[in-house]
């Protein structure tokens, strides 16, 4: 639903490298698992930014904040994204809510809380009634300009206060 109402780009799925084995000659093995491939929710590209969205599917203030395997996830989404491209990354886990809210970030801490390469997730309440009506209509006109001024806005914030 998110990737059809902001545009997503299957074909940016490219950019992302895929892991393989490698095995000495006669070792003998089974076939790896089918489910090896990175698949991020939705991608698009505005300008020189590569955006990475995780859609998450529970209301963040009822159920706990996104795990371990979430996190590591959408943090590699975004390293990963980085070997075969010079865009820039917003890397942003969505969930519902009643309007668009920034409500936080996600970084791994180091020493003087500094953002390490891995870069910052940051997290986004997006109007879930209000994408579900879009989705139905198969309108996406602004969803995507939306989600970016909002995380834009809150950025300049924590810039300015860190």
Avoid at 115 to 133: A, N, Q, R, S
Avoid at 134 to 156: G, H, M, P
């Amino acid at each position: 639903m998110c990737n059809t109402i902001i545009n997503g780009d299957e074909s940016l799925k490219g950019l992302f490298p895929q892991p393989r084995y490698r095995y000495k000659e006669g070792i003998s093995r089974q076939k790896p698992k089918i489910f090896m491939e990175q698949i991020p929710d939705t991608l698009v590209r505005k300008e020189d930014t590569l955006i990475v969205i995780d859609v998450k599917y529970y209301n963040i203030k009822i159920k706990s904040t996104p795990g371990w395997s979430d996190l590591v996830k959408q943090f590699y989404y975004g390293w990963s994204a980085t070997l075969k491209t010079e865009l820039k990354l917003r890397n942003i886990l969505a969930f519902p809510g009643e309007e668009y809210c920034h409500i936080g970030e996600v970084y791994m801490e180091n020493k003087t809380r500094e953002y390490t390469e891995l870069g910052v997730v940051e997290c986004l309440e997006v109007p879930i009634v209000d994408f579900m009506k879009a989705y139905l209509r198969n309108d996406s006109s602004t969803y995507l300009d939306n989600i970016l001024q909002e995380t834009s806005i809150q950025k300049l914030i924590h810039d300015f206060i860190y």
